[in-house]
Nanobody, 126 residues
Framework: VQLQASGGGLVQAGGSLRLSCAAS????????MGWFRQAPGKEREFVAA????????YYADSVKGRFTISRDNAKNTVYLQMNSLKPEDTAVYYC????????????????????WGQGTLVTVSS
């Protein structure tokens, strides 16, 4: 299984970016797909996730109302639309996929995922 993330870049504060993550090797239509990020000197943190089968979507409080996660199961791809970006959103963004939905505590933490992408850098300038 491979997860290929793309779409990162440099953007001014207030701008927008859309990240994409294409999965190959298996489908995750009954599992979970999500995004995490890691800023310099900080631990990796949860950003957003979706369970298609459970019909649930979760967001970190810090991005709620600004970021939107979506999926295209036909393309086995998950997206993260990021609007109203702030300098504190600067980080390497990682996509992740899990075979099963095991509840909120799993999907919003590392333990809910079996596969990880390589990361894409998002830099927001002030």
């Amino acid at each position: 299984v491979q997860l290929q993330a793309s779409g990162g870049g440099l953007v001014q504060a207030g701008g927008s970016l859309r990240l994409s993550c294409a999965a190959s090797g298996r489908t995750f239509s009954s599992g979970v797909m999500g995004w995490f990020r890691q800023a310099p000197g900080k631990e990796r943190e949860f950003v957003a996730a979706n369970s298609w089968s459970a019909g649930t979507t979760y967001y970190a409080d810090s991005v709620k109302g600004r970021f939107t996660i979506s999926r295209d199961n036909a393309k086995n791809t998950v997206y993260l639309q990021m609007n109203s970006l702030k300098p504190e959103d600067t980080a390497v963004y990682y996509c992740a996929a899990g075979q099963y939905y095991r509840g909120r505590s799993y999907i919003t933490s590392n333990k809910g995922y079996d596969y990880w992408g390589q990361g894409t850098l998002v830099t927001v300038s002030s």
